[in-house]
């Protein structure tokens, strides 16, 4: 089995920056594509950020240019940088990652941006 640990998630400004962390443990071969979806108050969940093991990347128009999502193989471990952080970035923020054709998510970590 394959655990997802999120961290990094607290309250900051707007304006702001702020790192997610996400690491993976438990019997783990070979991770695919990992990835950040995040869900705000009253909005509908939807996909931040991915990354394959290759290191290409996909963004939300949202938040292209101000997130940068990067991996760490060796420590499989995903994260997300975050900068120039807005209210509407508020949310619940939820790791995923393949492994062995199953997807595996994480608990979440909470952003709140204030204005």
């Known amino acids: 089995q394959v655990q997802l640990v999120e961290s990094g998630g607290g309250l900051v400004q707007a304006g702001g920056s702020l790192r997610l962390s996400c690491a993976a443990s438990g019997t783990i071969f070979s991770i695919g594509v990992m990835g950040w979806y995040r869900q705000g108050p009253g909005r509908q969940r939807e996909l931040v950020a991915t990354?394959?093991?290759?290191?290409?990347?996909n963004y939300a128009d949202s938040v292209k240019g101000r997130f940068t999502i990067s991996r760490d193989n060796a420590k499989n471990t995903v994260y997300l940088q975050m900068s120039s952080l807005k209210p509407e970035d508020t949310g619940d923020y939820y790791c995923?990652?393949?492994?062995?054709?199953?997807?595996?998510w994480g608990q979440g970590t909470q952003v709140t941006v204030s204005s």
């Open positions: 990354i394959t093991s290759g290191r290409s990347t």
């Open positions: 995923t990652a393949l492994v062995l054709g199953h997807y595996y």
